[in-house]
């Protein structure tokens, strides 16, 4: 028996000790749990940052297509105008030409000349007609009458541009 009772004293004794050493081996102790819940905090907080910096960017680049977007129309406005100008231009042309040709088909009428009628250009130095205003300078040369008529046109495009 005495065998049987230390074997029995054994078991127990041994019992014991795993049961101690599972119960300490299975629970967290409270450094340990601290310093996972730490971590989990610091993670959370992070997490926070990440979705905070990425609020802001997407806010930034919704303002940057916003005003991409504005300039885009803009530039639409621009070239819409640039085009309205060049036709007025083109057309701005043309009735001078008309006018000039016009001009120039009345001149020819008051000189009763109709079989000999030629076009005068404005650059071209001429004799005053009867009961016109003043003579032409004949002074003048062709590159300065152009040069003059290129100084009209600028101050007319500044008219335009500032209406």
Known sequence: ???IGQTLNRAVVM???????????GCVSSSSY?????EAEDAQRELRIERTKMAAIEKFHAERRKQ???LVNKLGLAV????????????????IARLRIARELERAKV????????????TEPRAPEAGQGTPLNPLVTPSESKQR???????LQGIVEQN
């Open 111 to 122: 000189t009763d000349k109709p079989s000999s009628m030629s076009l005068v250009l404005e």
């Open 80 to 95: 819409d105008k640039l085009d309205s100008t060049t036709r007025y231009w083109g057309e701005l042309r043309h009735e």
């Open 15 to 25: 019992t014991v000790i795993g049961v101690l050493f599972v119960f300490s081996a």
């Open 149 to 155: 008529i290129k100084e009209l046109i600028q101050q």
């Open 1 to 3: 028996m005495n065998t």
């Open 34 to 38: 601290r310093a996972v819940k730490k």
């Open 68 to 70: 991409t977007d504005e």
